[in-house]
């Protein structure tokens, strides 16, 4: 099992819709997922409430000792994915989450207040040497602020531009609240819209940073295999009998 979690100081980041968004992009690119909720504002409770489908389970955990036996407990069960959600701040719950995460996403707005925000974030993931990415979300559709604010996250991480930060940007658009609200993910409210196209492109890039693979595609190996091994034997007793038949 992969563990992402979202996490940065600055409270109206995006935290919570992003990890709705990339839940269903997940599920819909066949990986099994479960939502971690460590945030006792309950923005993912409640829009599980508004939901219809049971599906991706939002489970609250917010007690930082319960988080490690948890998601131990989760990737015993089988299950390929799980996304973390955590409170603006830093508390002990936010600490254990990235301790124990395969990849933290920092989600930052273009703006001066929220860049400085990301730095006790950065510092947690540092400290633990745990794979970490910055997401600029809420971003106009374009601008010298995009470009200022990505160069600045890179400065403050030390480390190539390329290597720090998720492609797509995140525009601010009115399709994510509208899905908020309505209990759906914008890839489910709004399917062939900007919006999705952004946050199954985020998806892509962390499937390519973690090296993901779903059961569906490896299901899809395995039976290329199979078919490949079989035609190598056919193919191998055709040429058996071949060869007894001039003998």
Same mark, same amino acid.
């Given at each position: 099992m992969h563990t992402i979690v979202l996490a940065t100081q600055k409270g109206g980041s995006g935290k919570s819709t992003l990890a709705i968004g990339l839940a269903l992009a997940a599920k819909q690119a066949g990986f099994s997922v479960? &939502?971690?909720?460590?945030? *006792?504002?309950?923005?993912?409770?409640?829009? /599980?409430?508004?939901?219809?489908?049971? =599906?991706? @389970?939002? =489970? *609250?955990?917010?007690?930082?000792?319960?988080?490690?036996?948890?998601? !131990? +407990?989760?990737?015993?069960? %089988?299950? /390929?994915?799980?996304? @973390?959600?955590?409170?603006a701040g830093l508390s002990a719950a936010t600490t254990a989450a990235?301790?124990?995460?395969?990849?933290? &996403?920092?989600?930052?707005r273009p703006t001066v207040a929220d860049i400085e925000a990301t730095a006790s974030t950065l510092s947690v993931a540092r400290a633990w040497k745990r794979p970490f990415g910055f997401v600029l979300n809420q971003t106009p559709i374009r601008g010298q602020r995009i470009d200022h604010a990505a160069n600045t996250l890179a400065d403050e991480a030390a480390l190539e531009l390329a290597d720090v930060l998720a492609r *797509? &940007?995140? @525009? +601010?658009?009115?399709?994510?609240?509208?899905?908020l609200a309505a209990g759906l993910a914008v890839s489910e409210f709004a399917p062939g819209s900007k919006s999705a196209d952004e946050i199954r492109g985020l998806w892509q890039w962390i499937e390519t940073r973690l090296n993901l693979s779903s059961t569906t595609n490896l299901l899809i190996d395995q039976v290329i295999s199979?078919?490949? %091994? +079989? +035609?190598?034997?056919?193919? !191998?007793?055709a040429s058996n009998d071949a060869a007894t038949l001039t003998s």
């Open positions: 479960r &939502l971690i909720e460590t945030d *006792p504002q309950g923005t993912l409770s409640n829009w /599980q409430r508004r939901r219809t489908e049971t =599906e991706p @389970v939002v =489970e *609250p955990i917010y007690q930082a000792a319960n988080i490690e036996p948890r998601l !131990k +407990m989760l990737a015993s069960s %089988g299950l /390929q994915l799980a996304i @973390v959600d955590t409170a990235i301790r124990h995460s395969d990849l933290c &996403l920092i989600p930052s *797509p &940007l995140i @525009v +601010m658009r009115n399709d994510h609240q509208d899905a199979a078919a490949d %091994g +079989m +035609m190598h034997a056919a193919a !191998k007793i």
